[in-house]
């Protein structure tokens, strides 16, 4: 069996988690108090750093799966997905409305295909 490789790891969860070529991890907007725009944005900057981090690409995104707190902003959410994603190579993606806690307007569940040692 493959080594399962943990990334920023504390007793509750792990940043990241990479096992047999598939790395995933789960984006929230790093400042909350901020509108549902502002969130997915920088949850998409927060993708890209993730990405250059594990020297993955967005061609390389296997699955997203996004929760928002209000389904009234999946208009937002496809202008600025249309606008980041690599159009040539989309993941699978899924979007449902659920309770976020606190004030996050999004959560993203990632997975991409990597190549780490």
């Not at 990405?51 to 699955?63: F, N, P, Q, W, Y």
């Not at 902003?73 to 449902?96: K, M, Q, Y």
Request: a negative charge; one cysteine or more.
């Amino acid at each position: 069996m493959p080594p399962i490789f943990r990334k920023f790891s504390s007793p509750r969860y792990a940043d990241l988690v990479v096992y047999n070529g598939v790395a995933r991890w789960v984006e929230v907007a790093s400042d909350s108090s901020q509108d549902a725009a502002s969130q997915i944005h920088q949850i998409f900057q927060q993708m890209e750093a993730m990405l250059v981090e594990i020297g993955a690409r967005k061609s390389d995104l296997l699955e997203v799966l996004i929760f928002l707190s209000n389904l009234d902003d999946v208009g937002i959410l496809n202008a600025a997905w249309d606008a980041w994603i690599d159009t040539e190579n989309p993941p699978s993606r899924a979007c449902v409305g659920v309770q976020l806690q606190g004030s996050l307007k999004a959560e993203f569940v990632i997975q991409v295909a990597v190549s780490m040692n």
